[in-house]
């Protein structure tokens, strides 16, 4: 079993920065992609960055040139540095990990945390 936990959340002015961090932990030996994913008061969760184990990254439009993740595959971590936040933005912020199991792929996910954009 993996588990993924988020931290780095909380409030914040508009204009201001924040950074989140996920740690995988459990038997885990590889995890192909992770992202991270928000979900705002009676909106569907969407997509807001991910990056593949090689690097590759590819984010909403919404964040473009705002957000940047990062990964640390020693650590099993991934990062979000939020910069030039938004009241928008508010939601909570969930990390997602793909890690091969044998010849197949699970998913797994946080228990999300809070960012609250406001002045």
């Known amino acids: 079993q993996v588990h993924l936990v988020e931290s780095g959340g909380g409030l914040v002015q508009p204009g201001g920065s924040l950074r989140l961090s996920c740690a995988a932990s459990?038997?885990?030996?590889?995890?192909?992609?992770m992202g991270w994913y928000r979900q705002a008061p009676g909106k569907q969760r969407e997509l807001v960055a991910t990056?593949?184990?090689?690097?590759?990254?590819n984010y909403a439009d919404s964040v473009k040139g705002r957000f940047t993740i990062s990964r640390d595959n020693v650590k099993f971590s991934v990062y979000l540095q939020m910069n030039s936040l938004k009241p928008e933005d508010t939601a909570v912020y969930y990390c997602?990990?793909?890690?091969?199991?044998?010849?197949?792929?699970?998913?797994?996910w946080g228990q999300g945390t809070q960012v609250t954009v406001s002045s």
């Open positions: 990056i593949t184990d090689t690097d590759n990254t």
């Open positions: 997602n990990a793909e890690v091969p199991v044998g010849s197949e792929e699970s998913e797994y």
């Open positions: 459990g038997v885990i030996f590889s995890i192909h992609a």
